[in-house]
């Protein structure tokens, strides 16, 4: 099973992933934990890309494809989530090409959807453990010690790109050039949206059908 998940800044994406990844033993492939991850450790591409991720612009596509290529050839045997790519049409059709050069397919792509006065909500209650990876959000799913990461200890930090201004670059980026991916997967009957309204298991719920149908 090949799937992807996408939707708006700050809708879910990173935390449902993590409880599908669990759920239904996922290899998952998250661009933008790769690419910060990159930036931290001050690789060749990680300095290459900062600009990008800090004023909430994309990264150019070639730099992805060689991520996803590399990530295609190790996991092919698995079953695989993708989580912010593709994001938008050319990437989508390369993931395609890709996949078809080894006998794959994507099987389910999953927008996951939500209001712009939640998104803003929950983007600025978010914080980051820049050492694990992993997302809270001070509301609704808070670390278990105020501001250290219940699974590494790290100090907890907004994402550098959680600003205002970069909020809503982010948001239009998305409209002009992710929310086209909808038709394009609606045209080959694999869409599905799902509202991440509510709680994180309210929203797996919601999703845990749709997968099911799918897996191996
Ligand atoms: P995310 O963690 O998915 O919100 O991604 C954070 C940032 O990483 C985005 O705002 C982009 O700058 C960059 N990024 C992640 N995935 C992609 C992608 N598929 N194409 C281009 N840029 C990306």
């Known amino acids: 099973m090949i799937v992807l998940l996408f939707g708006p800044p700050g ?3 990173g935390t449902q992933a993590e409880l ?10 998250s661009t933008g934990n790769i690419l910060r991850e990159e930036i931290a450790r001050q690789s060749e591409l990680g300095k290459t890309v900062r600009q990008y991720l800090e ?3 994309l990264v150019p596509d070639h730099h992805l494809f060689t ?4 990530f295609i050839g190790t996991h092919r045997k ?5 989580d912010g790519f593709p994001r938008n049409l050319n990437q989508a059709t390369v993931f395609d090409t890709l996949l078809t050069k080894v006998d794959l397919k994507l099987d389910v792509a999953l927008e996951l959807h939500l209001s712009e006065d939640e998104i803003i909500k929950r983007l600025i209650h978010r914080r980051y453990c820049s050492t694990c990876g992993r997302t809270y959000n ?6 278990e010690k105020d501001d250290h ?7 907890l930090t907004p994402r550098s790109d959680d600003t205002e201004a970069v909020i809503r670059r982010r948001m239009n980026v998305y409209v002009e050039e992710t929310q086209p991916l909808i038709d394009y997967y609606k045209n080959k009957y694999i869409y599905h949206q799902v509202s991440a309204q509510g709680t994180q298991n309210e929203v797996f719920e919601r999703i845990t059908p749709i997968f099911n149908g799918h897996i191996d």
């Open 11 to 13: 809708v879910g994406k």
């Open 20 to 29: 599908l990844i669990k759920k239904y033993q996922l290899t998952a492939c």
């Open 55 to 57: 004023q909430g612009e």
């Open 67 to 70: 991520l996803i290529e590399r």
């Open 78 to 82: 698995n079953n695989m989530l993708f």
């Open 138 to 143: 001070l509301l609704t799913s808070p670390p």
């Open 149 to 155: 990461c219940s699974n590494c200890g790290s100090s």
